[in-house]
């Protein structure tokens, strides 16, 4: 079991620039979460998904962001233009059907400058 | 709005001491309270706990739940330098599957 598996490990890019974070949930599960974490504020949900269908984005900040699962083994997050405030640690997370032992990836690190 | 809250924000001990961490948590329909432990990636599962009074143990860490007063313990002991790490608390409610976390507890074990 490769765990989830995030990439890019690390984002630097320019204020303006699209950025796109990609995952791969573990085999089997059902439910794709999209967090993202700063000093600021914490471990913050984004958005979920399960069954591929996103059931709660009310965390996306705004327009900028958006969020696709097109199948079972893979999501993206996309920002667009990013900004210098959307530097934080993105985790994507999943699980099989019941909340709890959720597995993280080892998250993306971005920054805009 | 569901709230979790956790103290200290920050602890420094020496090798070999004992640490309790603390949640409190504002839900509305609990289902379940989960400890999590960060070091330099991603946060790693430790406990989920459902019922009141009774101790999730693992080696020298153990955790329980007061669904009366709303709040969870985590409790280390004979600390060692490996357990520095940012401990995060998350509740979750019945139907939903999203966690909401609590700031995190960023224990720091001096050797």
């Known amino acids: 079991d490769a765990g989830v598996i995030q990439s890019p490990r690390h984002e630097v890019t320019e204020m303006g620039q699209e950025v796109t974070l990609r995952c791969k949930p573990i085999s089997g599960h059902n439910s794709l979460f999209w967090y993202r974490q700063t000093m600021m504020r914490g471990l913050e949900l984004l958005i979920y998904f399960n069954n591929n269908v996103p059931i709660d984005d009310s965390g996306m900040p705004e327009d900028r962001f958006s969020a696709k699962m097109p199948n079972a083994s893979f999501s993206t997050l996309k920002i667009q233009p990013s900004e210098p405030r959307d530097s934080a640690v993105y985790f994507c997370?999943?699980?099989?059907?019941?909340?709890?032992?959720?597995?993280f990836g080892s998250g993306t690190r971005l920054t805009v400058v | 709005e569901d709230k979790v809250v956790q103290s200290p924000l920050s602890l420094v001990v020496h090798e070999g001491d004992t640490v309790t961490l603390n949640c409190s948590y504002e839900v509305t329909n609990f289902r379940s309270l989960l400890w999590y432990k960060q070091e330099k990636k991603a946060p790693t599962f430790l406990f989920m706990l459902?019922?009141?009074?009774i101790e999730k143990k693992s080696g020298r860490l153990s955790s329980i739940l007061d669904k009366k007063e709303l709040f969870s313990i985590l409790n280390i002991t004979a600390t060692q330098t490996g357990d520095s790490a940012v401990y995060l608390c998350a509740v979750t409610r019945p139907g939903a599957q999203k966690l909401v976390f609590g700031q995190g507890t960023r224990l720091t074990i001096n050797p």
């Open positions: 997370a999943s699980i099989r059907d019941t909340a709890y032992g959720y597995t």
């Open positions: 459902t019922s009141s009074g």
